[in-house]
C-alpha cells in the first residue's frame, strides 16, 4: 500500500504492494515460425497502447509488432531467416527518465522502491528521442552488417532486410534493440522479444515443445509514474539516483504483465527463461505451502542451448543476470488441482552475490536493497490428465570441456570492468583491455594476484572508439581473463561466438591512482 501527501513524496510506505499480485493471466507472445513463412518475416516497431496489470491504466510503449514482449520468432538450425524491420515509431519516447535528487526520502525509504519522480526532473534529452532503432539479435552468429551495430540507425519510416543464418546449436535467444547510449530506455520502453532455434538432436530429446507445455518467460523490471491523486499512472518511469547508476525498478513484469498467473496442468512443463532486465539480477525460488520446491526444477540448458547432462538448481535458487537464459523443466506432474506456487526472487541490488536462504524467500523483501517485493509469477494447477516425463540423462554431444593440451598454447587475453566516477556526468561501466607487462617495467601498471601469484599489466584500450587489437582465429582456442573491479556481479556475451566459463575465483588486485581513467 502506498499513500502520498503533496506531489509524489510517499508519506507512509510499507511493504504491502500497491497492485494485488496474481490476477492477471500470464501472456504467451504470439509465435513467428519461419518455417511457415518460408524464411521471410516481417516485424514493425510500433507505438501502442499495452496494460501491465488489470488495476492500472493503459501505459504507451514500444513495441515490436506493437506488443509487450514482441513476437517469438522460431526458427530451425541451418535454415537462414530474413526479416524486414520496419521503423514505425511515432511521438517521444514513452518513457519519463528522471534522476532523483537524492537516494533515499526524508523517512528513509529508497526511491527506487516505489513509483513517482521522488523529487525529481524529467530528462528533457530522454524526452526528446524520436525513435531511432536498430536490432540486435542476442547470441545469434550474426554477419556484422546485421548484427544491429550500434551505430546502424533506422530512423522512423525507414526499414532494413536482416539476413541471418540460423548456423547454430539449438538455443534461446532474444531480439531487442541496440541504439548507442540509450538502449536502456528503448528496451524499458518494449522493445524486446525472444528468437528459438531448433535443431534435430534436441528434437531427438523429446523435450515439450510448443504450446502448452513449452512457455516462454520474459522477466523484467518496471516503474510507473504517478497521477496527481497517488494512483499509478500507467506511464512507464526509468528513475536512478545519485548513489546508485542503473534503475532497479520495483515491480516484475513477467512477458508485459506485473506479477501473473499461470494455470498448468499436472506434467513437466518447459520453461525458456530470460531476464531481460536492464541492470537487476534475480535469483528465483519456487515455494509452496511455506516450503521451498527447487527440486521440482531441472536445468537443461543456458544461453548457448542445451547443456550436456541435466544439472538441479543450485540451493538458494537459480540465478539470472540481465539477458541470461536458462531453459528449466518443472514437474507439476504429482500436484492435486487447486495446488499453487509461487516464483519469488531474493536477490538485493546491485546484486554482489551474497546468499539468501531460499527457505527465507517469502520475507526477502528488502527496501534498502531495493528489493521492495520478492514476486515473480504463479502457478496454479488445474485439473488434466497426469502426465509424467523421463529427463534424458545424456542432453548434448557436440561439445565437451577443452582438454589441457587444448589449451596450452591459446591466447590469453585480460579485461577488466571498471565503474568510473566522473564528476560532469554520470557514473558508467567501462571495459579496459589489459597486457601484460615484465617485471622491470617501472610504469603505471594494474597488478592482480591470482591463486598467489602476481600479474602486472597495463592498459592498451578503453573506449568505444578505439583500435581493434583481438583477432581470433577460426577454430582456435582463446582464454579471457575477465577481471570485475566493480562491486557488482555483471554478465558479459560475446558477439559471433559462444563459450564456456573454465573457472571463477576471488582475486586481489592493486591499481594507482589514474591508471585506468585513460585509455593510454
Known amino acids: 500500500m502506498i499513500r502520498t501527501s503533496a506531489g509524489d513524496a510517499p508519506s507512509d510506505i510499507r511493504l504491502g504492494p500497491p497492485l494485488l499480485p496474481f490476477v492477471d493471466r500470464l501472456p504467451v507472445p504470439r509465435r513467428l515460425v519461419a518455417a511457415e513463412n518460408e524464411g521471410r518475416l516481417v516485424v514493425r516497431m510500433r507505438a501502442a497502447q499495452h496494460r501491465f496489470h488489470r488495476d492500472m491504466p493503459e501505459s504507451t510503449i ?33 518513457v519519463v527518465v528522471t534522476t532523483a535528487p537524492g537516494h533515499a526520502h526524508a523517512n528513509g525509504v529508497p526511491v527506487q522502491g516505489v513509483p513517482g519522480l521522488s523529487g525529481g526532473a524529467p530528462d528533457l534529452n530522454a524526452a526528446a528521442l524520436s525513435g531511432h532503432a536498430v536490432v540486435h539479435l542476442h547470441g545469434g552468429l550474426t554477419p556484422a552488417v546485421y548484427d544491429g551495430w550500434a551505430e546502424n540507425l533506422l530512423a522512423p519510416g525507414q526499414s532494413a ?24 530506455f528503448d528496451v524499458y520502453a518494449g522493445l524486446a522479444g525472444m528468437w528459438i532455434i531448433r535443431d534435430k538432436r534436441e528434437r531427438e530429446l523429446g523435450l515439450p515443445e510448443g504450446p502448452p507445455f513449452e512457455v516462454p518467460i520474459l522477466i523484467q523490471d518496471r516503474n510507473f509514474d504517478l497521477e496527481e491523486n497517488g494512483g499509478l499512472s500507467g506511464r512507464l518511469l526509468h528513475k536512478t539516483d545519485p548513489g546508485v547508476m542503473e534503475a532497479f525498478a520495483p515491480f516484475t513484469v513477467v512477458n508485459g504483465k506485473v506479477w501473473p498467473v499461470l494455470e498448468v496442468r499436472p506434467a513437466v512443463y518447459r520453461f525458456r527463461m530470460l531476464n531481460g532486465s536492464n541492470a537487476r539480477t534475480y535469483r528465483l525460488v519456487l515455494f509452496k505451502d511455506g516450503e521451498p520446491e527447487l527440486d521440482r ?17 543450485p540451493s538458494d535458487g537459480l540465478v539470472l543476470a540481465s539477458a541470461e537464459r536458462a531453459d528449466v523443466l518443472v514437474d507439476f ?58 529427463i534424458p540423462q ?63 599489466y597495463r592498459v592498451v584500450a578503453a573506449h568505444f572508439e578505439d583500435a581493434t ?14 577481471i570485475n573491479l566493480t562491486g557488482d556481479t555483471h554478465p558479459i556475451h560475446l558477439h559471433l561466438d559462444p563459450f564456456q566459463i573454465l573457472s571463477r575465483r576471488p582475486i586481489r588486485y592493486e591499481i594507482p591512482e589514474g591508471v585506468l581513467r585513460t585509455s593510454r
Open 62 to 94: 514500444w513495441g515490436y509488432d506493437g506488443t509487450v514482449p514482441g513476437p517469438t520468432i522460431e526458427a530451425e538450425r541451418g535454415h537462414p531467416v530474413t526479416v524486414e524491420w520496419h521503423n514505425e515509431l511515432i511521438g517521444p519516447l514513452p
Open 297 to 313: 526444477i531441472t536445468q537443461i540448458g543456458t544461453d548457448h542451448g542445451l547443456l550436456r547432462g541435466p544439472v538441479h538448481v
Open 394 to 456: 545424456v542432453l548434448a554431444t557436440d561439445y565437451g570441456v577443452p582438454s589441457s593440451q587444448d589449451l596450452g598454447g591459446a591466447p590469453r587475453r585480460a579485461i577488466a570492468l571498471v565503474e568510473r566516477e566522473l564528476v560532469s556526468g554520470p557514473n558508467m561501466l567501462t571495459m579496459r583491455e589489459l597486457a601484460p607487462v615484465a617485471q622491470d617495467d617501472h610504469g603505471p601498471v594494474v597488478t592482480v594476484t591470482n591463486n598467489g601469484s602476481a600479474e602486472r
Open 161 to 184: 532486410v536482416f539476413h541471418y543464418p540460423t548456423d547454430q546449436r539449438a538455443a534461446l535467444l532474444w531480439y531487442h534493440d541496440h541504439v548507442m547510449g540509450v538502449t536502456r
Open 469 to 482: 587489437t583481438f583477432f581470433p582465429m577460426l577454430g582456435q582456442y582463446e582464454i579471457w581473463q575477465l
Open 333 to 390: 506432474s504429482d500436484l492435486e488441482p487447486g495446488s499453487e506456487l509461487t516464483l519469488l526472487n531474493t536477490a538485493k541490488a546491485p546484486f554482489d552475490g551474497s546468499p539468501f536462504p531460499a527457505a527465507n524467500a517469502e520475507t526477502a523483501a528488502d527496501l534498502d536493497g531495493l528489493l521492495a517485493y520478492p514476486y515473480v509469477m504463479r502457478f496454479r494447477v488445474v485439473a488434466g490428465q497426469a502426465t509424467r516425463r523421463t
